[in-house]
């Protein structure tokens, strides 16, 4: 099996492409921009493997990517190559538009090429296999409702309108070209090698270093954690054995507040020398600042077409993934200080 990966020197991105090779012994060609969030440090344990190979290109270049995919004949596509920050798409929505919407149409249109050339036989086993955000739903207003594979969209943001935006493309290229698809739709990551943009390492690193650590209006905003580990286990079995057209929901099944989220955090690093050093109490370090324009209330996945179609189920609870990933930020400075 040889798998062409996009966006995969970015935090999910790069975890899957990680288990690909460490754990499943698949060769992976990697395609990356390498923007900001891109790094390819965060594929150093694979660098030297003869079951990588890496190429820095926009998805925008279709002829660039038709390349490759004629030059390494793999045998699925996975597709995570995207702008993912929601406050970056207030801020400026343009490079949004321009990666997830028209990268992925141009994506689409190389992949499409090129599964027209394979044989029967290959086209039979090949997966198109897009990768995108439970944000496409909106937020919940009931606290027993929960998102499922028909939840209507109703995105709030930029970034979630250019996700949903995706979506429909590639449904549309599998209904109306024959492409066969997959598309996964997931909740919150967290876990190791995550950009310190993000709410939870920028919580670790800020509170380490002795800053004030920002909390969106009152904190209360909900999300359900997945941990980065059980999501790439997941988009694995997703693409081996989930059926042609179909979408599947990944949930952690842990619905946290963003401030419990952050005490949480200090309180992990509040048993670590980090503190006796700055001898503080780290949730003193908690500010409250203005709250996101169009920020949702609330995040919850129904996992459930994801346990009794494939059999998976996280297997990290919230506790033990953050636990895994604080000390993870704690003895890998050498990654998120550059």
């Not at 670790?204 to 359900?224: E, F, K």
Request: hydrophobic share 35%.
């Amino acid at each position: 099996m040889k798998i062409l990966v996009t966006g995969g020197a970015g935090f999910i991105g790069s975890a899957l492409v990680r288990f690909l090779i460490n754990i499943e012994h698949i060769e992976v060609i990697t395609i990356d921009k390498l923007t900001y969030a891109g790094t390819l440090e965060s594929l150093k344990q694979i660098e030297r493997s003869d079951l990588h190979s890496f190429y820095q290109l926009d998805i925008c270049n279709q002829n660039g990517v038709l390349e490759i995919l004629h030059k390494h004949q793999p045998d699925s596509v996975m597709h995570l190559a995207a702008e993912s920050h929601v406050d970056r798409s207030i801020d400026g929505p343009a490079d949004f538009i321009t990666t997830n919407i028209v990268g992925t149409y141009h994506l689409l249109e190389a992949v499409r090429s090129y599964y027209q050339e394979l044989s029967n036989e290959r086209k039979t086993s090949f997966r198109f296999h897009h990768i995108s955000t439970d944000e496409v739903y909106g937020d919940l207003t009931q606290s027993n409702d929960y998102f499922v594979e028909s939840t209507p969209y109703a995105p709030s943001s930029p970034y979630s309108a250019s996700k949903a935006s995706s979506d429909h493309l590639v449904r549309a290229w599998h209904r109306t070209f024959g492409l066969p698809i997959v598309v996964t739709n997931c909740s919150n990551n967290y876990g190791p090698y995550q950009f310190p943009e993000k709410l939870i390492p920028q919580t670790i690193i800020r509170a380490m270093q002795g800053q004030s650590i920002p909390v969106y209006g009152d904190g209360t905003q909900i999300r359900d954690w997945l941990f980065v580990e059980d999501h790439v286990r997941a988009l694995f079995a997703v693409l081996k054995h989930g059926r042609i057209g179909e979408t599947y929901n990944i949930g952690g099944y842990n619905e946290v507040t963003n401030i419990d989220v952050v005490t949480q955090i200090c309180n992990i690093l509040q048993e670590t020398n980090i503190a006796v050093a700055q001898n503080l109490k780290l949730s003193s370090l908690i500010q409250f600042v203005t709250d996101r324009p169009g920020h949702d209330r609330r995040y919850a996945i129904d996992a459930t077409k994801m346990s009794t179609d494939l059999g998976w189920k996280p297997e990290e609870t919230f506790a033990s993934g953050l636990r895994k990933t604080v000390h993870w930020y704690l003895n890998n400075k050498w990654w998120w200080e550059s």
